[in-house]
């Protein structure tokens, strides 16, 4: 199904192609993070052009390190007119985001700092988030509905971030209840106070460093990296840039008119989410490319515009940029289930390394977090009231190792409904405090289930061997170019036969499956008339579309919608300081198949899955529950 007109193709406009050379000042003149703003700033940083979605309770360090550890050089940027990239910039960056903190709970309680970034805590600070030389450029997002609370957010983080993102997305009930995410896009007056507040704050803090000689000197010398690995220190005394990342309204000119306000406060780039609000749970549906590209056609060039939405399976980030015309394109789920592939080319990549062996990256992943997270965990600062050895089954408190569960869970969706034995061993793993008194290594568990994952890769291996090439390499699985409606290929490539052990996406049925099968009444935002019900409906169905919605949200867009969801506990309640223990659920997965095309056999193939790996919608309960990536991400 191809996507309805309603972007610039719609409006009389061709697709993106921005030229932004000539207000682009070259990287090389620039004062790195100083009084810069807007692409000066962006290209200050490198430019990144693969970036890392914000994913509560998913996007901590240890999967910022080893996503950004096999990013490809990715397309040359606008800028650099064919050249490899910018000035001083040889490969662009990788850029990741934080997963999403609040605010307030960040600047009132120092346990729920250590919580979620330890290296900023103003006490007993530790390990390596936002170290120059394994997590940077980064930036923190937070949510918020107080302009003084983000301001404050931004003054805890500075020297630890490259910029701060507001958090105007998340589209769950919790964000309705608590007041922000996509809650605050009827209240552009809140919204511009969040942004310019600290927008401001930045501006005249710079104004006061440069009319101190030695503040000066000594922001100059914190801008040399510390030495390699050892715990984050600032690398600045200035206050991080702010940024927004928002969601599609009704219509592509009340979209552009919000995106204008935003701009309006002085953001630094302004992040973009091709959804409404009212796409999630079992009607997310696909992200509208074109409404990006409307923007991106319609926006001042000088404008840093990143897309977000619709990245499943590799080659996607690349399209997603030429169809758009962003600057840079932004995955979340697409990095949980193939974090290692997600972003890669399939014209120059290995079908290994495009479709890497779940096992392998599963332990790559386990070492990163020993090397990288275990090593700077002081016990002091994990257990500060206690001077006693933690007892054997005390959780660890670093936010690297509460979602271990729940990354390998989705790393291994397709793997667990075959062997249940082995879904059950990883439901009942749990990590171990190190320095427990007995000595048990902290990822016990969670080493036993992946050697016990790759003895069954190993003997599915041995009794059906993969194809190889005259190199010992496998040759990949049949894969054909993507055709859209009127028979034209469409630049994306359709995958057929991805062995189960392999990291691939998680692929959900449409709306239109999902309320076949009963997982929901009808598609919230149709006519009572259109999904079969009168005007004296059931309730079932009343309620299922009780919030007002415009007639661009789902179907008029012409997305084919994708389906259900599991969990909605995904955010971080006010004040909330305890450490959550995700078990395992997958959050949502994004139903795009090249070219925003879902064939008719996919449509019914395409079993959605909840967290355990069994067939959701069929009654079937998982063993464990947890908190879901936000669905402002996907």
């Known amino acids: ?11 009389g406009q061709q697709p993106a192609q921005v030229d932004v050379e000539a207000s682009t000042t070259p990287t090389a003149q620039l004062k790195p993070h100083r009084h810069l703003h807007g692409r000066d700033f962006y290209n200050s940083i490198g430019a990144p052009r693969y970036i890392l979605a914000p994913m509560v309770d998913h996007s901590h360090l240890a999967w910022r390190i080893l996503v950004r550890r096999h990013a490809p050089a990715p397309p040359p940027h606008p800028a650099s007119s064919g050249s490899a990239n910018l000035p001083g910039f040889p490969v662009p960056p990788f850029m990741a985001y934080t997963p999403m903190f609040h605010s307030r709970n960040f600047t009132q309680s120092n346990g729920y700092i250590q919580q979620n970034f330890p290296s900023a805590s103003p006490k007993d600070a530790y390990g390596l988030d936002g170290h120059p ?19 404050r957010g931004c003054q805890a983080v500075r020297g630890y971030t490259d910029a701060v993102d507001l958090n105007l997305g998340c589209p769950q009930g919790i964000a309705k209840k608590g007041h922000y995410g996509a ?14 507040t600290s927008a401001k704050a930045r501006e005249e803090e710079e104004v006061e460093e440069d ?7 000594v922001t100059k010398s914190s801008d ?13 005394s200035l206050l991080p840039p702010i940024t927004a990342k928002i969601r599609i309204l009704d219509s592509p000119e009340k979209t552009l008119e919000y995106a204008n306000m935003v701009l309006s406060s002085d953001v630094t780039w302004l992040c973009v989410h091709g959804r409404t609000r009212d796409q999630k749970g079992h009607n997310t549906g696909l992200a509208s490319w074109p409404r990006i590209a409307h923007l991106r056609t319609s926006l001042p060039p000088r404008t840093v515009l990143i897309a977000n939405g619709n990245l499943l399976w590799p080659g996607d980030a690349a399209r997603c940029l030429a169809s758009t015309g962003a600057d840079a394109v932004m995955s979340a789920e697409g990095a949980l289930f193939n974090p290692t592939g997600i972003f890669l080319d399939p014209e120059t990549a290995t079908p290994n390394t495009l479709f890497p062996r779940m096992d392998v990256v599963a332990r790559e992943y386990l070492q990163i977090l020993r090397d990288h997270v275990l090593e700077y965990i002081p016990p002091p600062a994990l257990h500060p009231t206690n001077p006693q050895p933690p007892s054997l089954s005390a959780p660890v408190l670093d936010p690297n190792l509460g979602p271990v569960k729940s990354h390998l869970f989705k790393l291994l969706h397709c793997f667990l409904p075959r062997h249940t034995s082995i879904r059950g061993m990883l439901a009942k793993a749990r990590p171990y405090v190190k320095g427990n008194r007995d000595g048990v290594d902290p990822l016990r568990d969670f080493v036993g289930v992946v050697e016990e994952v ?7 291996l041995a009794a059906n061997p993969e194809k190889v090439d005259g190199g010992g390499e496998w040759v990949g699985p049949v894969r054909r170019r993507v055709v859209g409606e009127d028979g034209a290929e469409t630049g994306g490539w359709e995958w057929l036969d991805v062995p189960y052990y392999r990291c691939q996406p998680n692929v959900r049925v449409l709306p239109e499956e999902a309320v076949r099968r009963g997982a929901m009444a009808s598609i919230p935002g149709q006519k009572a008339e259109e999904a079969g019900e009168g005007e ?6 009343k309620k299922a579309g009780k919030r007002k919605r415009g007639e661009n949200d789902v179907g008029g867009d012409g997305v084919a919608p994708r389906g259900p969801a599991t969990t909605t506990q995904n955010e971080v309640p006010e004040i909330e300081v305890e ?19 879902v064939s008719e056999s996919e449509k019914v193939s395409a079993v959605p899955r909840d967290g355990d790996g069994t067939a959701a919608g069929t009654g079937t309960t998982s063993t464990s529950t947890s908190s879901k990536p936000c669905e402002d991400c996907y």
């Open 1 to 11: 199904m191809a996507l309805a007109q309603d972007g610039p193709e719609a409006c």
């Open 133 to 151: 030389e394994v997590d940077r450029p980064l930036v923190v997002q937070f949510c918020s509905n107080v302009p003084a609370d983000l301001l």
């Open 183 to 196: 809650f605050l896009q009827e209240e552009w007056g809140l919204v511009h106070d969040l942004l310019s």
């Open 211 to 217: 009319d101190v000689e030695e503040k000066q000197k």
């Open 224 to 236: 040399h990296s510390p030495k390699p690995l050892t715990t984050t220190t600032p690398t600045t």
């Open 454 to 460: 790759a003895r069954v890769i190993e003997g599915e």
């Open 536 to 541: 004296g409906g059931d309730k079932k169905s």
């Open 579 to 597: 450490m959550k223990d995700p078990e395992g659920q997958t959050g949502e997965a994004e139903a795009l198949l090249r070219d925003n095309v």
